[in-house]
């Protein structure tokens, strides 16, 4: 069974510019998260998608959206990017959501703003 | 809010050494808690997990017993391996502050030299 897929692996990008992260779940997964690990803060959490519905989100600021598409893939779209920004962002899959299943993370996608 | 503390690292360790990573948790409500691996380059994979008090997790000789009286779930292994080097993170859901969300602690460094 294919793991969590997340495209692309490693992104740079310029102030201001905007940026959208893939991630494809695990077969019959229907639950998406998205954590963005840094050195200083730590993983935080950014958001979950169940269904295609926003379940769940994280203490970040309107730039940072996502959406999930009838077949579970699942996006993550950063506007107006800022240095702060760079991180290695990664997404999880579970079946039933995180409270109840298993998380299964992909090897994420590693941002750079410059 | 609900939050973990892991201990400080790296933590730098001889093969076949006792290894013992500390995590307290700070949480109403009844969470369950699990500790997560990152290898170099990877996503997180789940480790090991316990959903009530006095249960003990384990897997690949790493157990971790959820102790609600000191609200803790120390990582241990009997023995350790090169192999054993990465990232552990503690984390919990299910607290009555964080729901469904994972909230991590820190990360600790392990390294296992031959």
């Known amino acids: 069974k294919a793991g969590v897929t997340q495209t692309p692996r490693y992104l740079i990008k310029t102030r201001g510019q905007q940026v959208t992260l893939s991630c494809s779940p695990i077969s019959g997964h229907r639950s998406v998260s998205w954590y963005q690990q840094t050195p200083g803060q730590g993983l935080q959490f950014l958001f979950e998608?169940?269904?295609?519905?926003?379940?769940n989100k994280g203490n970040f600021p309107g730039r940072f959206s996502g959406r999930q598409f009838s077949n579970s893939r699942s996006e993550m779209n950063v506007s107006t990017l800022e240095l702060g920004d760079s991180a290695l962002y990664l997404c999880?899959?579970?079946?039933?959501?995180?409270?109840?299943?298993?998380?299964?993370f992909g090897n994420g996608t590693r941002l750079t703003v410059t | 809010g609900d939050s973990v503390t892991q201990m400080e690292g790296p933590v730098t360790l001889s093969e076949e050494a006792f290894l013992t990573i500390n995590c307290t948790y700070t949480a109403t409500g009844y969470p369950s808690l699990f500790w997560y691996v990152q290898y170099p380059g990877e996503g997180l994979q789940l480790l090991l997990k316990?959903?009530?008090?006095?249960d003990k997790g384990s897997n690949k000789g790493f157990e971790a017993t959820y102790r609600k009286e000191t609200t803790s779930f120390h990582l241990e292994k009997g023995s350790v391996q090169v192999s054993d080097s990465a990232v552990y993170f503690c984390a919990l859901i299910g607290g009555e502050t964080s729901g469904s969300r994972l909230t991590f602690g820190e990360g600790t460094q392990l390294t296992v030299n031959p």
């Open positions: 316990a959903t009530k008090a006095d």
């Open positions: 999880a899959s579970s079946l039933a959501g995180q409270h109840n299943s298993p998380l299964h």
């Open positions: 998608y169940f269904s295609e519905t926003q379940r």
